[in-house]
């Protein structure tokens, strides 16, 4: 079975860093995209950044670029987030998903996420 497991999230202060986990399973880890999304409350679920795992390319929303850098560990079926420079704006339960484009869509019918992390930044 397909199982991702998200970690990493907590409490920080504005301008402080977090880095999320995505341990996956169930799949060969070089095939598509994994990406990380958030929720805020009261907002819709947003893409954040994708990583291809065949080539590792990437892609981040125009809100995290220059902040947050995503990349994989394929020895360890395990894509990272590293999020700097945070604001309380980022406060959401971050959740990643697989398999997708770096488009963030998913391909398929098949469509796996995680359990969701939440992530709180204090001002």
């Known amino acids: 079975d397909v199982q991702l497991q998200a970690s990493g999230g907590g409490l920080v202060q504005a301008g402080g860093s977090l880095r999320l986990s995505c341990q996956a399973s169930g799949f060969a880890f070089d095939d598509y995209a994994i990406g990380w999304f958030r929720q805020a409350p009261g907002k819709e679920r947003e893409g954040v950044s994708y990583i291809s795992l065949s080539d590792g390319d990437t892609d981040y929303a125009d809100s995290v670029k220059g902040r947050f850098t995503i990349s994989s560990d394929n020895a360890k079926n395990t894509v990272y987030l590293q999020m700097n420079s945070l604001k309380p704006e980022d406060t959401a339960v971050y959740y990643c998903?697989?398999?997708?484009?770096?488009?963030?869509?998913?391909?398929?019918?098949?469509?796996?996420w995680g359990q969701g992390t939440l992530v709180t930044v204090s001002s």
């Open positions: 998903a697989w398999p997708l484009g770096l488009t963030g869509d998913f391909y398929g019918s098949q469509h796996y």
